[in-house]
């Protein structure tokens, strides 16, 4: 078996040399020009299809064009490409891998994990592998493999939505503070990622650690240029901590923001953002008045179109 392997890695290379050089011109394409905007899968797939016509034999190629196939949406080419490489080197952990992340494509779940497990087992794990299987593991309930996955995953790449995913499952767990500590981890990582700070902001006030909350919100009214939802933000602090006097306090100098920012440019996100304003001020009628004005000028403003449906319907209530 290690002769054989060790033929075929060999042979891996001598076929990886010819590729190279029928397939030069677009590998020299990509060098010369790396702004451009990546093809997508369906261009690799046909050139590792043509590879694939040159060097029949070598795994790796099987492996990358099954890839390719889920990334588009053909799980069952990629299936089938991962059974292929398999039968070429069964001994390749990219395979196990590979062929995990089809089968949980698949709703296969069961045997995605056992592939999975196998190739973190086997050798180092990777971002991919850990945050895959703790999807597979939570979706059958165990969360707490799940949770250790997630944290495994972030520990190599931290992703923004995978903090916000465990996260989401800490909370649902009743583990509101540990939510709150992966969040403040996430956002010293990842600097600026308005997803976690809102999420943070959420849990500080569910939490009624007010001061907390109004210290992130600070943090971020130092920084911004428009000031108008921070101001918001925090006459929702003040509203949670029963202070009705500062959170009126705080909806007028958003609404003043709005105004001044308006001034300068009178786009469709500054209407917006003073319509939301005026609808936390309870001036409804004023808030309709930008949304309509608005959509005269930007008729495919989505969240415009649901804010003005919903206020419509409170007025029918």
Known sequence: ?????????????????????????????????????????????????????????????????????????????????????????????????????????????AEAEAELTQFCESGPPTYEALAERGRIRERSGRNEPALADFTAALGIDGNVQLYLHRGKLQESMGRI????????????????????????????????RYDAALALIDESLGRSAVKTHWHLQRAEVFDAAGDKQRAQRERLRSLAEADRVLKKSASSVNLYSRSQVYVALGRVQDAKRDLKRLLDESPHFTAAWELLDRLNKQKGR
């Open 1 to 109: 078996m290690r002769g054989r392997t060790s033929f075929r890695r060999r042979s891996h290379f001598r076929n990886r040399a010819t590729v190279a050089c029928t397939l030069g011109c677009s590998i020299l394409l990509n060098i010369v020009l790396p702004a451009r905007a990546h093809p997508g899968p369906h261009h690799d797939i046909e050139r590792l299809t043509a590879a694939i016509a040159l060097s029949p034999d070598d795994a790796a190629l099987y492996i990358e064009r099954a890839r390719n196939y889920r990334l588009d949406g053909q799980v069952s080419a990629s299936l089938a490409d991962c059974d292929r490489a398999a039968s070429l080197d069964g001994d390749e952990r990219a395979i196990w891998l590979e062929r995990g992340l089809t089968l949980a494509a698949l709703g296969r779940d």
């Open 177 to 208: 503070e540990d939510a709150a500590a992966g969040y403040r981890e996430g956002l010293a990582r990842r600097r600026g990622a308005a997803k976690l700070r809102a999420a943070l902001l959420r849990v500080e006030i569910a939490r009624q």
